[in-house]
């Protein structure tokens, strides 16, 4: 009896271990912003950004609802400026990033 229980539980063990370690959607916004906006922007709540001229990602919810960036992001962000890129984010990315910028507010 023993062994069979010992042998249910490991299997159980075993079947959410993956589910436990899959990242957030708040980790894979993050994973996000170093990939996609870390070379000028500050994506953490306390450096300083490489560009001077480019935002901290924490005070984004300071201009913006957060919540508004929604359709921009699906849009594609467009600025006055040549050197931030065009983005046009998937559904997915979009959620990750408002996700993790969220946790800035």
């Known amino acids: 009896m023993l ?8 299997i159980g063990l075993l079947l959410i271990t993956p589910a436990l370690a ?6 894979r916004g993050k994973a996000f912003a170093r990939a996609n906006c870390a070379r000028c922007h500050a994506i953490d709540r306390t450096s300083k950004s490489p560009l001077k001229i ?7 919810h300071q201009r913006y609802p957060v919540e508004a960036l929604e359709e921009a992001l699906a849009e594609g962000i467009n600025t006055g400026h ?3 890129p065009v983005f046009e984010l998937s ?3 979009i959620h ?10």
């Open 22 to 27: 899959a990242p957030t959607a708040e980790q």
């Open 96 to 105: 990750n990033l408002l996700s993790y910028l969220k946790t800035l507010e």
């Open 82 to 84: 040549a050197d931030m």
């Open 54 to 60: 480019a935002p901290p990602l924490r005070t984004l």
């Open 91 to 93: 559904p997915d990315q």
């Open 3 to 10: 062994p069979s229980a010992f042998r249910h539980g490991l």
